[in-house]
Every structure is written in C-alpha cells, then in structure tokens.
C-alpha cells in the first residue's frame, strides 16, 4: 500500500512565526485532504487538495501531484494552530479509504 | 445534524466483552467510513460503505469486527470478544456521492480492561 511521510514530525513556534508542513506520498494518490487535530481529538477539515493551489485566511495549501508531494503553509500562527496537521490520500484505481500519514505535532507558544 | 455524530463518546468494557459503536453520517451523504487511532498515530482505515453495501472491508483486522448499515444511513460497528489491543478512538467520517471530501466526527474512545 501507499506510505504517507510527513515532515517534521514535531515543530515549535512562537506565535506570529511562518510554517510549512510537507507531505510525500509513495505512489499517486487521490481525494487529498488537509486535516487540523484539535486538543479534543476532533479532526477538522482544512483542504481537499488533488492539485493545485488553495487558500483560506491564514492558512494556503499546494499539492503537486505529478511529484506526489502537498504543502500547507501556516503564516502568523496562533496559539489556537496548536495540534496535529494530517494529510490524507487515497490510492489510484481502487478504494475512496484515506491513508494518513504519522502527523505534524505543532505547538505555538504565546 | 449538521455534522458526523458517535455514541457513545467514551466506552470501557472488559476483555471478552461484545460492543458496538454507533455512526450517524451527515444527512444525504451516501459513503461512511470508518477509522481506528491508537495513541501518537494517524487514522487507520477499517471499512467503507457505499449505500448498504460494504464497498472496502480490507481494513478490518480480523472476524471479531463487523460493520453494518442497513438503511444506507446509520452505521454501527461491531466488535466481539474484546482484547485490550482494541483499545482505540474509533473514528466515522462520510461523504457525498462523487465528492470524495471525508468528514469527521469526534469518535468514540474505546477502553478494553
């Protein structure tokens, strides 16, 4: 199956700092998706990113997928941007299951 | 409701004992999946359903675990003769037909003593 390696696994950040978390996946995938673990476990959605460019306030995410690589960039993080950042893809040609990656543990101090 | 719902919130069973989780996808979504996270890991895929039927159950670790969604709506999870390796987050998510974008609920924190 597909491996999904996220870098860096841990990274700390005084508040107002820039961030990019990147994402490689093994082989082409689809129904990429950015997600934000909050405290409370919830997973929330932030991109479904296939290709291209997105961006949503703070928050702006590019996926390249001939190289099988996304990025999501955090500019003037905020304590509440604390938590786990996922990416997620599905394998080409087969089932719509998402494979995670281990995560981005982010930590923003005030 | 206006987004993916799980009961209960927290379960603590003991080793041997049958449960079940229950998924309440978002309304007129057509695809459920279900997901485990154990502690410091990201989701692990158990099951997918399209409708009623089980479209990917690959996830699935053995036969203790079952899935099922009737009605193409509510889905519940089964799992018999628990072991403490099954302590977890059981996470739902679902879908809208040919958009693929997953949603998630706030899981279910499974304890197995």
């Known amino acids: 199956g597909i491996q999904v390696e996220q870098s860096p696994p841990d990274l700390i950040l005084q508040e107002g700092a820039n961030s990019t978390l990147r994402c490689n996946f093994s082989?082409?995938?689809?129904?990429l998706q950015w997600f934000h673990q909050n405290p409370w476990g919830q997973l929330i959605n932030l991109f479904y990113?296939?290709?291209g460019t997105k961006q949503n306030g703070r928050l702006s995410a590019t996926t390249v997928a001939t190289e099988r690589y996304s990025l999501l960039y955090i500019s003037s993080s905020q304590t509440t941007d604390s938590g786990v950042y996922f990416c997620a893809g599905s394998p080409q040609g087969g089932s719509e299951k998402l494979v995670f990656g281990k995560g981005t543990k982010l930590t923003v101090n005030p | 409701g206006a987004g993916v719902s799980q009961t209960p919130s927290n379960k603590v069973t003991e080793k041997g004992k049958y449960v079940e989780l229950r998924c309440d996808p978002i309304?007129?979504?057509?695809?459920l999946y279900w997901y485990r996270q154990s502690l410091g890991q990201g989701p692990e895929f158990l099951i997918y359903f399209q409708g009623t039927g089980a479209a990917d159950d690959s996830g699935l670790p053995n036969d203790r675990f079952f899935a099922v969604r009737p009605e193409g709506s509510v889905s519940t999870l089964k799992i018999q003769r628990t072991e403490r390796g099954d302590s977890a987050v059981y996470l739902c998510a679902s879908s809208l037909l040919g958009v693929n974008e997953q949603f998630f609920g706030p899981g279910t924190r499974l304890t197995v003593l």
């Open positions: 990113i296939p290709s």
């Open positions: 082989d082409s995938v689809n129904n």
């Open positions: 309304s007129g979504h057509t695809a």
